[in-house]
């Protein structure tokens, strides 16, 4: 009975332990089954990033195909639309009555203008799929990311087109030496060339012709430095003992006459000596110009008057209205008018001041837009002058009726001084007006430092600030200018667009 207690005991015993050491052994298998579960769930979370970079990389190659394609398509059907519609125009000039063999070819020209702009379209739909997946992944909206891949394109496609234009422009220059012949035959001048000589250049007298090497310098370099300091144009020819200086703009060419004048006696001819010679030239000219407008006003007997307006007395001297010396003019219209006012029982004084005035604008015409009367009206306005000088101003080219003698005297003595036989000369009046127009446009463009038309208006050289414009951007400068004025301009022959790009890096040794 004991033996058999015993025995119960020890398989009671047994099993607890066989309990004990087969829970330890599920519990370690358990552990093993939950980090297998752990690295399987890594091992997917890396294939899921995986497959969303390939998503990503995906959507960036059929976006950068769908581009390219559009972009190659595109251009081959403008490039063929723009071949057909020159080949219509030139086939309209010679077969006019053929119209059913031109309504073809614009068919043909509007179904592949119709075909592009489906193309256009696609390449609009394909955009806008690429930016609803790139606004899925990357987490930027439609027009965040539709205004980052505008801007990238503009500024690849602006690179383009200058490197096409560059390219097409080597070509054109090949193919105008053929056309050279027939282009120089067409040319005609349409102005009087005798007195555009003797009005528009002045000779430089030199000692002897070795002076003449010194003043081209080193590969050109002392003229180029002269023609861009001064704004002329520099002719150094067979002629002994000369030099031409040629410049519509009288003022900017007795500045140019006087600066190589001191370059030849001082024999220092290079381009820091031509800058210093060209500044100290500009302030004793506008000390003359004011000493001459002085003298004028204390001849006349006037009252004192503001600086600047004496100035720009003074400086008319170096403007001419059709042929006529600005201030000549004005000088007889000042005696006229004031003869005629006292005639009238109108103040004397007054009128030779109104007289004088008159054509004060003509001063700022080459420095600001506009007409000279609604310059020279505003200029005394804002220096006070008496409102029967302001009203002479608008009155003498009809834009008032004049309210006092003085004006009406001064309207008629313009009106003796411009008609008397040989005062002026409307061709070069239209010359000035011309070369002017053409400065006008070239400054008007972004970047541009300053502009000068020289070579007797056949050619307008452009200063480009070096830091704004690039070598591409400059020839496509060129061409934007040289587009304007055949719009705008009306012109014999041809004109000579120049952009010149320079940029200066100075330092100081201490």
């Known amino acids: 009975m004991l033996i058999t207690l015993t025995a119960f005991i020890a398989v009671i015993i047994g099993g607890g332990i066989g309990y004990l050491v087969a829970k330890k052994i599920n519990d370690a298998n358990y552990n093993i089954f939950v980090e297998q579960a752990k690295a399987k769930a890594k091992a997917i979370e890396y294939e899921a990033e995986l497959v969303l970079k390939d998503a990503k990389n995906s959507v960036s190659t059929a976006e950068f195909e769908a581009k390219k394609k559009f972009e190659e398509k595109s251009h081959k059907i403008q490039k063929e639309y723009s071949l057909k519609l020159d080949e219509l125009t030139r086939k309209e000039a010679r077969l006019k009555d053929d119209s059913e063999e031109l309504e073809k070819k614009k068919k043909i020209a509007q179904d592949l203008y119709d075909e592009s702009i489906n193309l256009k379209k696609n390449y609009e739909n394909k955009l806008d799929e690429s930016l609803r997946v790139l606004e899925h992944y990357s987490g930027l909206t439609q027009s965040e990311a539709e205004n980052i891949i505008l801007q990238k394109v503009e500024e690849k496609s602006r690179a383009r087109i200058a490197h096409i234009v560059r390219k097409y422009e080597e070509e054109a220059k090949s193919e105008a030496k053929r056309k050279a012949n027939y282009i120089i035959a067409q040319a005609t001048s349409r102005f009087a060339g005798e007195f555009a000589a003797e009005r528009l250049i002045n000779v430089v007298n030199i000692k002897n012709d070795e002076l003449k090497g010194r003043i081209i310098g080193k590969e050109g370099r002392n003229v180029k430095s002269l023609e861009m300091t001064l704004g002329v144009d520099i002719i150094i020819d067979d002629t002994p003992g000369a030099i031409i200086v040629s410049c519509f703009n009288l003022y900017r060419r007795a500045i140019a006459t006087r600066v190589i004048e001191l370059l030849v006696e001082d024999g220092r001819i290079q381009p820091a000596r031509i800058e210093e010679i060209h500044e100290k030239v500009c302030k004793e000219f506008d000390e003359s110009v004011l000493e001459e407008g002085q003298t004028i006003i204390m001849d006349l007997g006037l009252s004192k008057m503001h600086p600047e307006i004496v100035k720009l007395i003074g400086k008319l001297k170096y403007r001419a209205s059709y042929g006529q010396n600005a201030l000549a003019h004005s000088l007889e219209v000042a005696h006229l008018a004031g003869i005629i006012a006292?005639?009238?029982?109108?103040?004397?004084?007054?009128?030779?001041?109104?007289?004088?005035?008159?054509?004060?604008?003509?001063?700022?015409?080459?420095?600001?837009?506009?007409?000279?009367?609604?310059?020279?009206?505003?200029?005394?306005?804002?220096?006070?002058?008496?409102?029967?000088?302001?009203?002479?101003?608008?009155?003498?080219?009809?834009?008032?009726?004049?309210?006092?003698?003085?004006?009406?005297?001064?309207?008629?003595?313009?009106?003796?001084?411009?008609?008397?036989?040989?005062?002026?000369?409307?061709?070069?009046?239209?010359?000035?007006?011309?070369?002017?127009?053409?400065?006008?446009?070239?400054?008007?463009?972004?970047?541009?430092?300053?502009?000068?038309?020289?070579?007797?208006?056949?050619?307008?050289?452009?200063?480009?600030?070096?830091?704004?414009?690039?070598?591409?951007?400059?020839?496509?400068?060129?061409?934007?200018?040289?587009?304007?004025?055949?719009?705008?301009?009306?012109?014999?022959?041809?004109?000579?667009?120049?952009?010149?790009?320079?940029?200066?890096?100075?330092?100081?040794?201490?």
């Open 342 to 510: 006292a005639e009238c029982g109108g103040d004397e004084i007054l009128a030779r001041r109104a007289g004088l005035l008159h054509d004060i604008g003509k001063a700022l015409t080459h420095d600001f837009e506009g007409s000279h009367v609604d310059l020279g009206g505003e200029l005394c306005k804002r220096y006070k002058e008496h409102s029967a000088v302001i009203n002479a101003i608008y009155a003498h080219h009809g834009h008032e009726e004049a309210t006092s003698v003085e004006s009406a005297a001064v309207c008629a003595a313009d009106a003796l001084s411009a008609a008397r036989p040989g005062a002026r000369r409307e061709v070069l009046e239209a010359f000035l007006k011309r070369v002017t127009e053409l400065e006008n446009i070239a400054k008007s463009k972004e970047g541009i430092k300053n502009a000068y038309a020289i070579n007797s208006g056949r050619e307008i050289r452009v200063i480009a600030n070096a830091k704004l414009i690039n070598d591409d951007e400059a020839v496509l400068l060129a061409k934007e200018i040289a587009e304007e004025i055949q719009e705008k301009v009306q012109y014999p022959g041809e004109i000579k667009v120049n952009v010149i790009r320079e940029l200066r890096a100075i330092d100081y040794a201490k």
